[in-house]
């Protein structure tokens, strides 16, 4: 919901961007999840970029500490 497009933009990164955009890029917060179906090992989610109209996030692999993908991404917004 509210989301018009998610744009791979390197090794587990990728840009969401939003159909109506916040008020501003302080007033909402946006958490993640990742999650690998095949070994259930879970990523960290890092916030890379945040703006009103879009979010950057990357999953770093726990183990390594080195970006990698993940079967399972899951990201959601709370704001004005």
């Given at each position: 919901y509210n989301v018009s497009?998610?744009?791979?933009?390197?090794?587990?990164?990728?840009?969401?961007?939003?159909?109506?955009?916040?008020?501003?890029?302080?007033?909402?917060c946006t958490v993640g999840m990742a999650r690998d179906e095949g070994s259930g090992v879970a990523s960290v989610v890092i916030l890379e970029t945040v703006a009103a109209g879009s979010v950057g996030v990357q999953?770093?692999?726990?183990?390594?500490?080195?970006?990698?993908?993940?079967?399972?991404?899951?990201?959601?917004?709370?704001?004005?």
């Open positions: 497009s998610v744009t791979r933009t390197g090794l587990g990164a990728y840009t969401i961007n939003f159909t109506t955009a916040f008020k501003n890029a302080v007033d909402y999953t770093i692999n726990p183990s390594t500490l080195a970006a990698g993908e993940s079967t399972n991404r899951n990201i959601v917004g709370f704001g004005v």
